[in-house]
C-alpha cells in the first residue's frame, strides 16, 4: 500500500517522534528496588550516561559509580554534519555532567586497570574502586597511528579530512572538503578494515561532499572515489546493491578491497593493501578513517573475545544479553561489545534496556528477560535534504520503525526531517534515561 504524506505531515511525524522520544518513558512507574549493591560503569558515554539515569530511578541504596576522564560529552551522529558545514563544531558539544543525576558518582579519571578476579578497577590516578557488578562501556579508539604517515595535526589542510576525531577536526574537515568542492580533482573516501562505528558515515560523508558540489556547479570539476575496505559498500546485502545503484547514477567510483595504510602528504599520494598487493594513488582530497579498536584498558584486561577481533579487542559477550561470558556480573554495553553489529547511538538505546534488565535480574535474583536483537539504525544521508533510514538486525533482514511510511531504500526528505529534528532529542531523551 502507498502512503502518501503532505510536507506539513512529515513535519508532524518528526516532530511527533521527537516528543515522544522525549516523554515516552519519563515516568515510569516501575517500583524501586532496595539493594546496597556497587555498580560500576566505565565510561560516560551515551550508553553508560543513559544506564545510569535508568539504574538510579531503579534502584534504592545502590552505590553508582562512573569513570571517566573526559569533560566534554560528544553527539558523534552529528559529526557528518559538521563536516559538510551544515552545522557549527559546537552541535555536538555538552558538559559529560549535565546528563548526570545526582546520586551518581562520576570520578574524572581514566580506567587504568580491571581485575575481573578481584572484582576492582583501578583508575590513572591512583584510585581503587571495588563492584559488586561492572558494566563496560568506554567507547572505542581511533588508532590514527596504524596509518603511516599521517596525523591528526594534518587535517583540513593539503586536503586531508578525518570527520570522527573530534568536532574541531570535523569542522577543519569541512575547510579541506569545501576547498575540493571548489576547485575539484581526485576524492579519495576510505574505511578501515575493523569493525568501526557507524559504518554508514564514510558513505555519507561521500554523498554529501558530491552533492554539495553538484549544488554548486563545480561537480564536472571532481573525480569521487570510494575505497571500499571488502568487495561490499555496505553489511548488509540489499543495502549495499542500493549504494551501489546510488554511485553509479552520482558518477562516484567504487574501488574494492581498497584499505588505507598510510599517506605522503606533501605528494598528496596515499598507499592503500590491495588482494594484488600495495598500490599507490594520487588525491586533492582524502578523507582519513583510522582503525578503530578497543581502549587499552579493555584490551589488557582479559575480557575481550581470545579467538575473534583478536586486534581490536572487543569485549566477550553474549549477543543477546550482553553478558560477559566467563564473568556473569560483568556486561558490556556499545562500541566496544564484540557482537557482530550494534555500533551506532541508535543501537545503544537498544542495548540499554537490555543491560539495565540484565543488572536488576542479577540483584533481585531472577532470570533476565530482556533480549538484543542486533537492531542498528543508519539515516544515510546521500545527499542534503534526503536520506534512507536504514534500519537492520543481527541476520541482515531491514527492521523498518514506520513501515509503509518510510521506506528504508528510498531516498526521502522525510528520512532527512528524522535526523534533523528527531535524532538528536530521541538522543538526548536517551542519556536522561527516558528513551
Avoid at 578497577?121 to 588508532?143: H, R
Avoid at 573530534?166 to 575540493?180: F, N, S
Avoid at 553489529?341 to 539495565?356: L, R
Wanted: glycine residues 10%; charged residues 20%; hydrophobic residues 40%.
Amino acid at each position: 500500500m502507498d502512503i502518501k504524506l503532505s510536507r506539513r505531515q512529515m513535519l508532524s511525524l518528526a516532530a511527533g517522534s521527537a516528543v515522544l522520544a522525549t516523554t515516552g518513558t519519563a515516568d515510569r512507574a516501575e517500583s524501586q528496588i532496595a539493594t546496597k549493591a556497587r555498580i560500576a560503569i566505565i565510561g560516560a558515554g551515551a550508553g553508560g550516561t543513559a544506564l545510569a539515569n535508568r539504574l538510579v530511578s531503579r534502584l534504592e541504596g545502590a552505590q553508582i559509580t562512573l569513570i571517566d576522564p573526559r569533560a566534554e560529552h560528544l553527539y558523534q551522529p552529528g559529526l557528518s554534519l559538521v563536516a559538510a558545514g551544515l552545522k557549527p563544531a559546537n552541535y555536538v558539544v555538552s558538559k559529560t555532567t549535565d546528563w548526570l543525576p545526582q546520586g551518581v558518582t562520576l570520578i574524572a579519571e581514566a580506567a587504568a586497570e580491571i581485575d575481573a578476579e578481584s572484582q576492582i578497577v583501578k583508575t590513572a590516578g591512583g584510585q581503587s574502586i571495588a563492584y559488586d557488578f561492572l558494566v563496560l562501556a568506554p567507547g572505542l579508539v581511533l588508532d590514527h597511528d596504524a596509518i603511516e604517515g599521517f596525523s591528526l595535526d594534518m587535517v583540513g589542510q593539503n586536503g586531508i579530512g578525518a570527520l570522527y576525531a573530534g568536532p574541531q577536526y570535523a569542522a577543519a574537515t569541512w575547510k579541506a572538503a569545501k576547498a575540493y568542492t571548489e576547485t575539484g580533482g581526485i576524492g579519495l573516501f576510505t574505511r578501515p578494515a575493523t569493525e568501526m562505528k557507524c559504518a554508514g558515515a564514510p558513505l555519507k560523508h561521500t554523498f554529501l561532499i558530491e552533492d554539495i558540489a553538484r549544488t554548486g556547479g563545480t561537480r564536472g570539476k571532481l573525480d569521487v572515489h570510494y575505497m571500499s575496505n571488502n568487495d561490499s559498500l555496505f553489511g548488509v546485502p540489499i543495502v549495499s546493491e542500493k549504494v551501489r545503484m546510488l554511485f553509479g547514477d552520482r558518477g562516484i567510483s567504487p574501488a574494492y578491497s581498497h584499505v588505507l595504510r598510510g599517506i605522503d602528504a606533501g605528494a598528496k599520494s596515499a598507499t592503500f593493501d590491495t588482494p594484488e598487493g600495495r598500490v599507490t594513488r594520487d588525491y586533492d582530497y582524502i578523507h582519513v578513517i583510522p582503525p578503530q579498536r578497543a581502549p587499552e584498558v579493555i584490551r589488557q584486561s582479559g575480557l575481550s573475545w581470545a579467538d575473534k577481533w583478536t586486534d581490536q579487542g572487543w569485549v566477550e559477550c553474549d549477543m543477546a544479553t550482553l553478558r560477559h561470558l566467563r564473568y556473569e556480573n560483568i556486561w558490556a554495553l556499545g562500541d566496544v561489545a564484540g557482537v557482530p553489529k550494534g555500533k551506532t547511538a541508535a543501537s545503544v538505546k537498544w542495548q540499554i534496556p537490555v543491560v539495565e534488565d540484565g543488572l536488576l535480574a542479577a540483584i533481585e535474583g531472577r532470570e533476565a528477560t530482556e533480549t538484543y536483537n542486533g537492531y542498528t539504525s543508519c539515516p544515510m544521508i546521500t545527499r542534503v535534504g534526503r536520506a534512507m533510514l536504514v534500519e537492520f538486525d543481527y541476520n541482515d533482514n531491514l527492521t523498518p520503525s514506520f513501515p509503509g511510511i518510510i521506506a528504508p531504500l528510498e531516498e526521502l526528505w522525510i528520512s532527512w526531517l528524522m535526523k534533523e529534528v528527531a535524532l538528536k532529542a530521541t538522543y538526548n531523551a536517551m542519556l536522561r534515561g527516558r528513551a
